[in-house]
């Protein structure tokens, strides 16, 4: 664990896992006078409570995976997305496993970015990390669920995109005008469902 | 009955801004809010709102309203020229609008953003606790148009202070930069900084300053992509540094040489491109 320094009132924390990365969340979620906390694929950024920071990093088990969650929440899913058929080719398995590989996996929002609202999950299962497309679509529709690499995602709005698409869902994803507007927040649990 | 003005006509950019909505990076949302949030707060003091009431950003001034009720306005920033009908008024100093007066902002000659704060502050509903307009994820208001009606809400009774400083826009800035956290991409951070001299892009706007001139040698490569605060000032593999304004990406994958305090950032959201640049690096 590296701590880099960041201005004069943040810190990044730099990490050799997604896991290193969500033990140090959950060390530092929750601490008095932290204005900002952003996890991300090998760092966390903090902003605020140096002191306290730097004493709660003093002593953290980078091993230690958090075992409780801000949230579970199971978001419905029509599995009839665009690249079905070739995340099954690239798998070598049929469309129906494809779809029960990714509905009886268990998923952790790992860190959020890209656009308001867009969790990177991981949790996928082995067979379903593919690459992006060779030439990312240059509008994914809002709902569109996705895997690239070693993440799943569903798109909360429109954007341009090179995840494969397995799926769309019906849920709101992102709404800046709700009491709660994100569904998924760092550290939640979880699962997709066939709708 | 509502408190209202209409905005008779726009100049290049007018959008609804307040102090943002630091706080929510962790959900992808930038901070957003008036890249010169000085010239805002001493607005709203001089017409008796909270710092934290919504007010105008003007880029280039060049706005022209009509008081439907009576209110107090202010307009900070750079020095501007102001007419309330074809009388002149005073920038930096309340000016109290009967029902139907017009108020006509003229465009500043140096520095790039005025601010019109009004009695009561623009009172549109908050998103993720904020009434500013994010350009780069769409929270927030739209941008206003010719013909808009803004709703005001309740004034309270104005404070003492009645005049305040224009903002001086400086032909050169120098600035100071604390290295890190990805300073250890580049060979002599430090003396790169310190040597190198920039101008503003005419491709800045709220998401960032871009800056040209003095190429920043890097390691070549990307970084798996990591949280950026605002001030950050971000390293592409062109070498010219992009300083993050407010409404910047919450993450990134170019390596940060450097972040600018946060006291010296609104020079940047004031500076015309042209204006030349240096850094003051700070180990």
């Known amino acids: 664990m590296l701590l880099r320094r960041c201005g004069t009132d943040a810190l990044l924390v730099e990490v ?54 801000p949230s579970e929440v199971t978001i419905p899913v029509i599995y009839d997305g665009p690249d079905l058929g070739l995340v099954a080719e690239t798998a070598g398995i049929s469309q129906d496993e494809v779809v029960t590989l990714h509905t009886d ?35 994914v529709p809002q709902g569109s669920v996705g895997i690239a690499g070693e993440f799943t995602a569903a798109y909360p709005r429109a954007t341009p995109g090179g995840w494969r698409l397995i799926g769309r869902t019906e849920i709101t994803l992102f709404d800046p005008k709700a009491e709660t507007p994100a569904l998924l927040q760092p550290g939640d649990q979880v699962r997709f469902v066939v709708a | 009955m509502n408190r209202t003005v209409t905005i008779i006509r726009t100049g290049p950019q007018a959008l609804i801004q307040d102090l943002g909505r630091p706080g929510n990076a962790h959900l992808g949302v930038p901070p957003s809010g008036a890249v010169d949030p000085h010239s805002l707060t001493l607005a709203n003091r001089l017409v008796g709102n909270p710092e934290t009431a919504a007010g105008l ?31 002149l008024a005073d920038s930096h100093h309340p000016i109290h609008l009967r029902p139907h007066e017009v108020l006509e902002i ?7 953003r005025n601010y019109l704060a009004l009695s009561g502050g623009i009172d549109v509903p908050e998103e993720l606790g904020s009434r500013s307009t994010d350009l780069l994820s769409g929270i927030g208001p739209d941008p206003l148009r010719d013909n808009d009606v803004l709703e005001l809400g309740t004034p309270s009774p104005a404070n003492d202070a009645d005049v305040v400083p224009p903002h001086q826009a400086l032909q050169t800035l120098v600035i100071p930069i604390r290295l890190g956290p990805r300073d250890d991409w580049f060979e002599d951070a430090e003396t790169q900084l310190r040597q190198g001299s920039w101008t503003v892009s005419d491709r800045s706007n709220r998401v960032g300053t871009r800056l040209n001139g003095t190429r920043l040698n890097r390691r070549d490569g990307e970084i798996p992509s990591e949280g ?11 070498g010219q540094p992009v300083v993050f304004l407010n409404d910047h990406p919450t993450t990134g994958g170019y390596p940060v040489i450097g972040v600018v305090d946060r006291d010296h950032l609104r020079f940047f959201g004031q500076a015309r491109p042209g204006t030349s640049v240096r850094f003051r690096p700070i180990v």
């Open chain 2, 106 to 112: 003229g465009t500043p000659e140096t520095g790039l």
């Open chain 1, 105 to 139: 996996a268990v998923y952790e929002v790992a860190f959020c970015g890209f656009a308001p609202g867009f969790a990177y999950l991981t949790g996928l299962p082995e067979s379903l990390q593919q690459p992006r497309l060779d030439s990312p679509r240059t509008k």
């Open chain 1, 16 to 69: 050799d896992s997604l896991t290193e990365v969500s033990a140090v969340r959950a060390a530092l979620q929750g601490l008095e006078g932290i204005e900002e906390l952003v996890p991300a694929a090998r760092t966390v950024l903090v902003k605020g409570a140096l002191n306290q920071v730097r004493e709660a990093l003093k002593d953290i088990d980078l091993t230690k995976v958090p075992t409780t969650h």
């Open chain 2, 57 to 87: 950003e003007l880029l280039l001034g060049a706005l022209t309203i009509r008081a439907n009720t009576s209110c107090t306005v202010a307009v900070t920033g750079p020095a501007v020229q102001v007419h309330v009908g074809e009388k």
């Open chain 2, 228 to 238: 950026v605060i605002t001030g950050a000032v971000q390293v592409p593999p062109d």
